[in-house]
């Protein structure tokens, strides 16, 4: 029985020694999973520049709802021949899985959730493209591609929480990605490097270009 009892100790011991070691290789692994669906998205955004006489995709999400948008239906159809990923029974655009979908994107339910699939108010992808590079040219970001901002997660809530240190996976006009921290340097991206234009918040036709030359 002693012997039992030691057993049981020495196991009890090495969990609690290596169930956090686990944890931390798990999120450690879905945060790299992310890295991975942002490069993806960012490189196909780019591809379909160089097809496209060096011109971005229209933000259609941020047309369609006059609100900051995401990566939804109408800009995940227009990237999907460089990603070949998200189409489901019935030639339906499935977003919220595959690239589209962070492992750790649980905030409002996840993209499948019933919050972020409602009509006319979906965040069905865990990742947001620049608003204020709708349309724009590739030759129009001159201050510093590798400052300004593409792609990114969603939501800041998406792999940290108020008690940490906050950041989140960025993907930059340059073609790299890396883990940047909030409020900065993001903040200074974001303002001063990615066409932010504090008087325009949306397009109000396709054609329509609202970044501001200063900050880009």
Known sequence: LIELLVVVAIIAILAAILFPTFAKARK??????????VKQLEHAFLMYAGDQSDTLPVHYDNLRRQIWGDIDIEVGRIIYPYVRQGFARRGELQLGTGVWLCPEDNVLGGPLGV?????????????????????AKMSAIKKSPALCILV???WIDTHT????????????????????TYEEPWMTHFLSYSGYNRHRWAIS????????????
């Open 205 to 216: 036709h396709p054609a329509e270009r609202i970044y501001d030359p200063n900050n880009l």
């Open 161 to 180: 929480t108020w008690s940490e240190q906050r950041a989140w996976n960025v993907g930059y006009a340059d073609g790299h990605v890396r883990w940047v």
């Open 115 to 135: 919050d972020r699939q409602r009509q006319g108010w979906e965040r069905r992808t865990s990742y947001w493209y620049n608003l204020w590079l709708s349309n």
């Open 28 to 37: 450690a692994a879905k945060r790299t999973a992310c890295v991975n669906n």
């Open 152 to 154: 990114q997660d969603n």
